[in-house]
């Protein structure tokens, strides 16, 4: 059983920086790509950003295209999203997800098999 852990969020003020990090704990699949969402209160869940397992496709939500970059680094097993020009629009929980080789949707979060605890980013304006 593949458990992921996020962390790195936080309380930044309008324009910062964030970035988070998702680490698989337990055994885990060599090949996985990696994706992020959020979800803010009341409001339905986003997909934000996908790496796919070879780190050679990349995905991003139009809201975030630009400010964020989604990276892995295969030999520690670790995904991240650094997170740029932050705004209060921003302000959700981040959740990692896997799922084997690619990315699915990020329109379709039903399509990633594990997800982690999420992480509270908060950006006060």
């Known amino acids: 059983q593949v458990l992921l852990v996020e962390s790195g969020g936080g309380l930044v003020q309008s324009g910062g920086s964030l970035r988070l990090s998702c680490a698989p704990i337990?055994?885990?699949?060599?090949?996985?790509?990696i994706g992020w969402f959020r979800q803010a209160p009341g409001k339905a869940s986003e997909g934000v950003s996908c790496?796919?397992?070879?780190?050679?496709?990349?995905y991003y939500a139009d809201s975030v295209k630009g400010r964020f970059t989604i990276s892995r680094d295969k030999s520690k097993n670790m995904g991240y999203l650094e997170m740029n020009s932050l705004n209060p629009e921003d302000t959700a929980v981040y959740y990692c997800?896997?799922?084997?080789?690619?990315?699915?949707?990020?329109?379709?979060?039903?399509?990633?098999?594990?997800w982690g605890q999420g992480t509270q980013v908060t950006v006060s304006s």
């Open positions: 337990g055994s885990s699949p060599d090949n996985f790509a």
């Open positions: 997800a896997t799922h084997n080789l690619y990315c699915p949707s990020l329109g379709y979060p039903e399509g990633y098999d594990t």
């Open positions: 790496i796919s397992s070879s780190a050679g496709s990349t």
